[in-house]
């Protein structure tokens, strides 16, 4: 009786420090976590449902180095979840339409900080395809219309190459990486090195760390709290409402289209930056569909 007294008195006894424990262990683990600061490292990640192996050394060490680069960028990162606001609403449903999965937004992220932007090699638009490839996916490239430009259009021919890679490759992570190394220049590392996972591939340092890029931001804009970002809903970019205009013919002077339409040149092309020229020259009679902004200015 008195042994089963004592059982019972030490399971007592460590059932209450366990509540003791866990009673004040919440501001402990914060701080052994760093929730709130760039120092935060998540127990797992996954790309597209695939899950990055951060038990191995070095996976775990790439995977830290470009949390703490990109949660560190405070005005960068701000302004990337500031725009991911009124971009992510157009990319999402063209991915999902796709069956791409959405987690592909942010290699759009990673490619161009959400802008139109313009690489030293060529690439252009929110996707960064160079001419040659976005020809060859479908979108007009050329001094007067350059559709790599045009979100929606651009974001449909990304989904077209990544179906591409992936049935070449067999998974989404290696997909992603020929985003950026190419699918030849992939498949040769693959065939020479004698492995089939991007995290086992010794690669060039940019395509070693794009796939670890595109995990840090889609943690850091999923969670932006845990690293210490702080962005109310009334900060976030909204979309204007546009009405779509369709045409079929030459406009000679786009300011003098702008201003027919109740607008102005500058505002004609932040939501068409796709026209590249003064005109629009359109000897073929191809049908564009030009947004017009119907509040906001």
């Known amino acids: 009786m008195k042994k089963i007294q004592v059982v019972a008195l030490i399971a007592l006894m460590v059932l209450v420090s366990g509540l003791f424990v866990f009673?004040?262990?919440?501001?402990?683990?914060?701080?052994?976590?760093?929730?709130?600061?760039?120092?935060?490292?998540?127990?797992?990640?996954?790309?597209?449902?695939?899950?990055?192996?951060?038990?191995?050394?070095?996976?775990?060490?790439?995977?830290?180095?470009e949390l703490l680069v990109n949660a560190n960028l405070h005005s960068s990162t701000i302004l990337i979840i500031k725009r991911a606001n009124r971009a992510f609403p157009i990319i999402e449903p063209i991915l999902k339409k796709y069956g791409v999965p959405d987690d592909f937004k942010y290699l759009a992220v990673i490619e161009s900080a959400l802008t139109n932007a313009v690489s030293a090699s060529g690439a252009k638009g929110v996707w960064q395809f160079m001419p040659e490839t976005a020809k060859e996916k479908g979108m007009e490239v050329n001094d007067v219309v350059d559709e790599r430009y045009h979100l929606q259009k651009s974001t449909e021919a990304a989904c077209k190459y990544l179906l591409t890679a992936k049935e070449k490759f067999g998974n989404w992570t290696l997909a992603a990486a020929s985003y950026n190394g190419g699918m030849n220049g992939v498949n040769n590392k693959i065939t020479e090195q004698k492995v089939s996972d991007y995290y086992d591939l010794l690669l060039t340092d940019e395509t070693s760390r794009y796939v670890f890029r595109i995990l840090a931001l889609k943690e850091i804009m999923k969670n932006p709290q845990l690293y210490g970002f702080d962005v109310s809903k009334y900060e976030l970019y909204q979309n204007i409402p546009t009405?779509?205009?369709?045409?079929?013919?030459?406009?000679?002077?786009?300011?003098?289209?702008?201003?027919?339409?109740?607008?102005?040149?500058?505002?004609?092309?932040?939501?068409?930056?796709?026209?590249?020229?003064?005109?629009?020259?359109?000897?073929?009679?191809?049908?564009?569909?030009?947004?017009?902004?119907?509040?906001?200015?």
């Open 243 to 297: 009405k779509t205009l369709e045409v079929d013919s030459s406009i000679t002077d786009l300011a003098t289209f702008a201003k027919s339409q109740g607008i102005n040149y500058k505002i004609l092309k932040i939501h068409n930056p796709w026209l590249r020229d003064k005109k629009l020259a359109n000897p073929t009679k191809k049908k564009y569909l030009i947004e017009i902004p119907t509040e906001g200015y």
């Open 23 to 65: 009673a004040t262990s919440g501001d402990e683990k914060k701080k052994i976590l760093h929730e709130g600061t760039a120092q935060y490292f998540p127990t797992t990640v996954d790309f597209a449902g695939e899950k990055a192996p951060l038990q191995i050394a070095d996976v775990k060490e790439r995977f830290d180095r």
